[in-house]
């Protein structure tokens, strides 16, 4: 799946190309997203390559070849600049529309039965992907493993916190949180843009993401780039 931001480069490169058969410059992606430098369109077009949408042609200046579109737009969704899924903001753990069963709000003293929470996606523990915000199928929880708030699941894909005790294939049970203290696992999103699930620490004025697998480095952010989405408060495991 690509982020907004992938997506909406994507769109803009393939509009270009088809409008004047030449791609967009750095600095006229750049003002068309909306970024404050270069760095972030380096790291969109190579997330892009990286995922076999583009292309860069060898030997050529500003040469961007688009190779395909994502398979959920239909025809004709591709001319429409700004088309983009949903990802991680700040409503995440909202059900999709039409959720199908609806999660109900979890109350503190709630002992009716299983409470539905949604499934919103996948979260990485290791390179970042992104978390997808609609609903794609529901889990029941006892009341007591969840306790009051809203919450909201993730199915965990890599290996940076195995010793937290995460692994890849879990599914991490979040509760709604905009922020968090310092040793909380949380969902983080960085740059609104990349999701990733990482213990959280304070550097300063800096916040840094910190793996719990010493084959990945603590990732130090500037305040302004991360946003908490929620803290991990249980996980799943199917053996």
Same mark, same amino acid.
């Given at each position: 799946?690509?982020?907004?931001?992938?997506?909406?480069?994507?769109?803009?490169?393939?509009?270009?190309?088809?409008?004047?058969?030449?791609?967009?410059?750095?600095?006229?992606?750049?003002?068309?997203?909306?970024?404050?430098?270069?760095?972030?369109?380096?790291?969109?077009?190579?997330?892009?390559?990286?995922?076999?949408?583009?292309?860069?042609?060898?030997?050529?200046?500003?040469?961007?070849?688009?190779?395909?579109?994502?398979?959920?737009?239909?025809?004709?969704?591709?001319?429409?600049?700004?088309?983009?899924?949903?990802?991680?903001?700040?409503?995440?753990?909202?059900? +999709?529309?039409?959720?199908?069963? %609806?999660?109900? #709000?979890?109350?503190?003293?709630?002992?009716? $039965? @299983?409470?539905?929470?949604? *499934?919103?996606?996948?979260?990485?523990?290791?390179?970042?992907?992104?978390?997808?915000?609609?609903?794609?199928?529901?889990?029941?929880?006892?009341?007591?493993?969840?306790?009051?708030?809203?919450?909201?699941?993730?199915?965990?894909?890599?290996?940076?916190?195995?010793?937290?005790?995460?692994?890849?294939?879990?599914?991490?049970?979040?509760?709604?949180?905009?922020?968090?203290?310092?040793?909380?696992?949380?969902?983080?999103?960085?740059?609104?843009?990349?999701?990733?699930?990482?213990?959280?620490?304070?550097?300063? +004025?800096?916040?840094?993401?910190? %793996?719990?697998? #010493?084959?990945?480095?603590?990732?130090?952010? $500037? @305040?302004?780039?991360?946003? *908490?989405?929620?803290?991990?408060?249980?996980?799943?495991?199917?053996?």
């Amino acid at each position: 799946m690509l982020t907004r931001k992938q997506l909406d480069l994507l769109m803009f490169i393939n509009e270009r190309l088809k409008e004047s058969g030449v791609p967009p410059s750095f600095d006229e992606m750049k003002e068309a997203l909306n970024l404050a430098s270069k760095s972030g369109i380096h790291r969109l077009i190579t997330a892009l390559e990286e995922r076999g949408f583009i292309r860069r042609l060898p030997n050529r200046a500003r040469a961007l070849e688009v190779i395909r579109l994502p398979d959920s737009l239909t025809p004709g969704a591709g001319q429409r600049r700004g088309f983009s899924p949903s990802v991680i903001q700040g409503s995440l753990g909202r059900p +999709a529309p039409e959720p199908k069963p %609806a999660p109900r #709000p979890v109350k503190a003293n709630d002992a009716d $039965g @299983p409470i539905a929470i949604p *499934v919103m996606g996948k979260i990485a523990a290791g390179v970042p992907i992104s978390a997808i915000e609609h609903q794609t199928r529901s889990i029941s929880l006892p009341p007591d493993m969840i306790g009051a708030g809203e919450h909201y699941a993730l199915e965990v894909e890599g290996d940076s916190m195995i010793e937290a005790g995460i692994f890849s294939g879990d599914t991490a049970i979040i509760k709604k949180s905009d922020t968090a203290n310092a040793g909380d696992i949380i969902v983080a999103l960085v740059d609104d843009e990349e999701a990733t699930l990482k213990r959280f620490r304070r550097k300063g +004025a800096s916040i840094a993401l910190e %793996a719990a697998n #010493p084959a990945y480095e603590t990732r130090i952010f $500037g @305040p302004d780039r991360v946003r *908490v989405q929620g803290r991990l408060v249980g996980l799943i495991r199917r053996y």
